[in-house]
């Protein structure tokens, strides 16, 4: 009969424990942000609000069309250290939740052992030695979660971890973004690169012509430094770009954690992303989705929990602790039915003076939450200017590339004339000097234009929320 009102006791608070927490109602607050991007003149091309794939949908293989970047990214996904720790903190979070969930469950130990003791009778003058065998199985101190304490903490390690989740997805989010960043950049300084080789080229042709007219006496020295001038500064970028080049690459290599095959360098900067028209979403749809803001959601929520169970620390907290088992003098009478015994013994614990520690936590809790929603709102208001921004760059790169070209067009045919000017003797040499540096720079400026455009639909792509894996 004692042991079944024990296992009743038992399942009861099991089924009590169950019982809803003190903690707030949750409620999604209204995303402080407007309901649709920007319009004006800076938003005009370069994507379709209307189209019905939203580019935070499409899967990064998808999205980036170049072969040899796929191969670096998943390279990376695979090796990458940072993403490394970022995974290994989710099976820490997980573990840490298991952990608090197993307190809403019992702890069921059992144990034995032998004791042998020696009283001495000081009214008689005989002493006496006591023998006891025991072994036991039993529950110590298990808190039945009458109101809830323990079942706030569980959801708080649960949304801990959900968090940690959301935190590894960004992470691998922004790992994929910054390798296909690295790899454009490495390949626009190749590029720039190549270009410095060639203005020495042409330069160094420059400065011999010079030089053969200051000998036939039709040019002057002075041209003939100013002409060197001009190879000397090209000298310069080609060792910059050099340095720009090795540093891209070690970059690179850290991204993606191993060695790097040479095979799969750039060699000049193309069209390594999917630069179709699609749509960027609606903003309650789409930022609410990012990894960083479910992960700020998850973390609001968690604060929402602890409230639960600071709330729930003002009430009584109700003990049990109960074992059964066997005992008695003799070994081989252990097993015996007179051997058996049982305790059970629940205890209550009843706040009555903290000096106001319990409010105090409370109140904590309660500023925590307001501060995780600051944060939360805060991230999709910074989320929203990320895509704005990055969507004005997107709106104008196309037309600021085609006035770039146009340019390098001008300033090359501009070089020529002023060159060929020059050769005839018509015009002096600061023209000349004038016209290479205008086209090294414009040329220059356009493979930055061109840069831009792809790192802006990697950008997009990003702040999007990283699309589908």
Request: with cysteine.
């Amino acid at each position: 009969m004692k042991k079944n009102l024990l296992i009743v006791l038992l399942m009861a608070g099991l089924g009590l424990s169950g019982c809803a927490t003190m903690a707030p109602d949750y409620i999604r607050t209204e995303a402080p942000v407007p309901k649709d991007w920007p319009e004006g003149e800076a938003y005009q091309a370069g994507i379709d609000h209307k189209a019905d794939e939203s580019l935070a949908d499409l899967p990064w293989r998808s999205f980036f069309t170049d072969a040899d970047l796929r191969t670096l990214i998943e390279r990376a996904l695979e090796n990458n250290r940072d993403l490394r720790v970022a995974a290994l903190n989710i099976e820490r979070a997980r573990a840490q939740y298991r952990i608090q969930r197993a307190d809403l469950f019992p702890f069921v130990d059992a144990g034995g052992g032998y004791s042998r003791q020696r009283d001495p009778d000081i009214l008689n003058g005989m002493a006496r030695t006591w023998e006891q065998y025991d072994v036991n199985l039993g529950v110590s101190a298990w808190e039945v979660d009458f109101f809830g304490r323990v079942r706030s903490l569980k959801d708080q390690a649960l949304e801990a971890y959900l968090a940690t989740e959301e935190a590894r997805r960004a992470a691998q989010v922004s790992l994929v973004s910054e390798v296909a960043r690295s790899y454009l950049t490495l390949a626009a300084d190749h590029e720039l690169l190549a270009l410095a080789k060639e203005t020495l080229q042409s330069h160094r042709s420059t400065y011999d012509l010079t030089r053969r007219r200051f000998e036939a006496g039709v040019a002057s020295e002075l041209e003939v430094q100013q002409a060197r001038t001009t190879v000397e500064a090209a000298r310069v970028q080609i060792a910059r770009y050099t340095s720009m080049v090795a540093e891209g690459e070690n970059a690179l290599r850290l991204l993606i954690g191993a060695s790097l095959s040479p095979e799969l360098l750039p060699g000049e900067l193309g069209e390594s992303v999917d630069a179709r028209m699609v749509s960027a979403g609606v903003p309650s749809q789409v930022l609410l989705s990012r990894p960083d803001i479910l992960a700020a959601e998850h973390r609001l929520k968690a604060a929402n929990a602890n409230i639960g169970a600071a709330r729930a620390s003002f009430f009584p907290r109700i003990s049990l602790t109960a074992t059964a088992g066997l005992a008695s003098a003799e070994l081989s009478d252990l097993f015996d039915s007179d051997s058996r015994t049982w305790v059970f013994s629940p205890g209550v614990t009843l706040p009555i003076f903290n000096a106001g520690s319990l409010r105090a936590r409370l109140e904590t809790s309660k500023v925590d939450r307001e501060m995780m929603l600051a944060r939360y709102e805060g991230a999709i208001q910074t989320a929203f200017r990320e895509v704005s921004d990055t969507l004005a760059q997107r709106g104008t790169i196309d037309e600021q590339i085609d006035a770039q070209r146009a340019l390098v067009e001008a300033t090359a045919a501009s070089y020529e004339l002023s060159e060929a000017r020059f050769s005839k003797g018509i015009d002096s040499f600061l023209n000349v000097l004038d016209s290479q540096r205008s086209l090294f720079s414009a040329q220059q400026n356009l493979i930055s234009a061109r840069l831009a455009r792809e790192t802006n639909l990697v950008t997009l792509y990003r702040v999007l929320g990283g699309g589908a894996y």
